[in-house]
């Protein structure tokens, strides 16, 4: 059976690579963002509008910022979703992604 390091976010992103680390802070969100967004159940996501969120009865995964699509919360809700084991809210982060943005996200790359 092979054994699995488990270490905290601030060791993998020391561990990275200069590649990795600069991909990775493409998509960080800022503490601005993440005070704007708030946390569920929050007064601040309540009074948000429900189309903001990919789930919108439940105000979860929040993806628009002031009505606007946002490439760091669209990201951020397709990796949470990912490894929420949620492939249907991955794929439709994915669609809103590609329609908006033209960025296909969560596919190999294909070897040329």
């Known amino acids: ?3 699995v390091e488990v270490i905290s976010l601030d060791e993998a992103f020391e561990k990275a690579t200069q590649s ?11 503490e601005k963002t993440r005070a704007h967004i708030g946390r569920p159940g929050s007064k601040t996501r309540e009074e ?9 009865d439940q105000k979860k995964y929040p ?24 492939r249907d809210i991955a794929n ?7 329609r908006e ?9 294909k070897e040329e």
């Open 48 to 56: 948000k509008p429900a189309s903001d969120f990919l789930i919108p």
């Open 63 to 86: 993806v628009k910022i002031r009505g606007k699509y946002s490439q760091k919360l669209l990201m951020a809700a397709f990796r949470r979703a990912i490894s929420q084991n949620r």
């Open 1 to 3: 059976m092979k054994t």
């Open 92 to 98: 439709k982060a994915a669609r809103i992604m590609k």
């Open 20 to 30: 990795q680390k600069a991909a990775a802070e493409k998509y960080r969100l800022s």
């Open 101 to 109: 943005f033209g960025k296909e996200i969560g596919k190999e790359k």
